[in-house]
T-cell receptor, first 117, second 111 residues
């Protein structure tokens, strides 16, 4: 499976500021996703990162709050803008490798633990 | 609304026993089914995938799929304390453009 890295692994931020999270994969992938996982909860899909075009956001998530870029097949960023304590969560990127088991098998990065004070 | 449901647990089993984790889903056109293991403070790790009715075995893990009943399960044989984790069921449809995750079942294996 692909090797996925995320930066930063954790951060503590002040409310009102923004944080950009990076996701880097060591091989080409077809799809990249961004999820949020709040403490004790399951995964919530934020958006699908589309290469070279605007991300596809899920209900309840908007581009102004969570701008996403995907300039190539192996890299994506998620920005959490104008943060509030409610944004404290783990943010995970996942990918579907080009040479993976199937066209829909997702593999997850290690996650970014964000705390907003 | 497409849904994936799991018993949140916790499910507690003694070491060496079989742990049985269950998952139901609402969408009959679902195509692919996955089980992920998530240790506390870590990201989900894929342990099994299954695409057709029946059983699929991989080591101590067996995934079972029954599309008619919209049911998928994971059996863990010879459970070990290291199997203690949250197990997430995931269902994919629309060619992988959409995957829904269940809330997860917490498993405790007592030594």
């Amino acid at each position: 499976s692909a090797v996925i890295s995320q930066k930063p692994s954790r951060d503590i931020c002040q409310r009102g500021t923004s944080l950009t999270i990076q996701c880097q994969v060591d091989s080409q992938v077809t799809m990249m996703f961004w999820y949020r996982q709040q403490p004790g909860q399951s995964l919530t899909l934020i958006a699908t990162a589309n290469q070279g075009s605007e991300a596809t956001y899920e209900s309840g998530f908007v581009i102004d709050k969570f701008p996403i870029s995907r300039p190539n097949l192996t890299f994506s960023t998620l920005t959490v803008s104008n943060m509030s304590p409610e944004d404290s969560s783990i943010y995970l990127c996942s990918v579907v490798p080009v040479t993976g088991e199937s066209t829909d098998t997702q593999y997850f990065g290690p996650g970014t633990r964000l705390t907003v004070l | 609304q497409k849904e994936v449901e799991q018993n949140s647990g916790p499910l507690s089993v003694p070491e060496g026993a079989i742990a049985s984790l269950n998952c139901t889903y609402s969408d009959r056109v679902s195509q692919s089914f996955f089980w992920y293991r998530q240790y506390s403070g870590k990201s989900p790790e894929l342990i099994m995938s299954i695409y057709s009715n029946g059983d699929k075995e991989d080591g101590r893990f067996t995934a079972q799929l029954n599309k008619a009943s919209q049911y998928v399960s994971l059996l863990i044989r010879d459970s070990q304390p290291s199997d203690s984790a949250t197990y997430l069921c995931a269902v994919s449809f629309n060619g992988g453009f959409k995957t829904i995750f269940g809330a997860g079942t917490r498993l405790f294996v007592k030594a």
